[in-house]
């Protein structure tokens, strides 16, 4: 079968062969049961060529490809969201110009925008069933792109494959919308100025995990980044961009080149203006929280992204001590931000800003 506007071949797997889905998704652990299809294609150094939508399976990969050995690997991750019959997303155009701006910056080729968005419509109405209605749920996207071609010998690849994977979610973390313990890192840095912080590339959380290592020995679950010069002013959590509340005050770290660009920030702080509070870019040293929680200046500190959507911070663990945040509860800003953006994405409250792209 082919679909003839833009030349996508499909191969779809035969209905009793399909894979059963999952009877309770919000028990599914993040990241581990996958739809029956995916979409790939493959850029031959001149062009993309070769689209196809096909059975989800194995990679066929040379033991020799760039990206096993030099780390060309960039991706995405979005969301899909049933109301009735309606499949909706959010913002997926800012995330396939991340791709892009992405694929810039690790020297791979981009992807028109308009086709990434007509490759991924037609995946999600061929597995649209896999799209839960559980409130709480969502199919998670992941697309991916990696360096393929086999030669040993740092510089870009000549070949690249672009692929798009789908599954179904329930809450990132296991605690649920709950407030989540973070771990300040001041021993190991994610990125510096000048590098690819701002890049969402596969080799930054790589780089990662040792300090998430040293979060889960006491007990804490993610790491908060402090800058990697004066390891003094906070970044990025490891999967979420940070907000600080202080009294009136919203703010996050400013845009400086090691922070990743997250769409869930852009869309709280356009939220944070809508309810005429003060949203702010700007630097935030790790004193200036430690300072504010004790004074009760920080009333609330939450993370967002795609995964978490909003996730309210309860502790915070810096230079071997605890810093309990708002009494450990829910802040009421940071409840409302989660109430507002899931009921926008999931198309059970107006969308003011016109975020959401239903799958027609």
Known sequence: MLCLEMNI????VPKDKRKEKPKDVLQVAFGTVFSDHMFSMRHNGYRWTDERIHPYGPL????????LHYGQGIFEGMKAYRR??????????MNFKRLNASAERMVMPTIDVDFAMYSLTELLKIDADWVPDVPGSSLYIRPTMIG??????VRPSQEYLYYVILGPVGPYFKEGFSPVKIYVSDKYVRAVKGGTGAAKAAGNYAASLLAGTDATKVGYSQVLWLDALERKWVEE???????VRFDDEVATPPLTGSILPGVTRDSVLTLVKDYSLNPTERMISIDEIIEGLSSGKVKEIFGCGTAAIIAPVGSLWYKDAPYEVSKGQTGELTQRLFDDLIGIQSGEQEDPHGWVVPIE
Do not use: H, I, Q
């Open 84 to 93: 009735g019959e309606r499949v909706l997303l959010f913002r997926p155009e």
């Open 237 to 243: 959590v490891g999967t979420m961009n940070l907000f």
């Open 60 to 67: 066929s990969l040379s033991p020799a490809a760039l990206c």
């Open 9 to 12: 071949e499909v191969d779809l």
């Open 148 to 153: 393929t071609e086999p030669k040993l010998g």
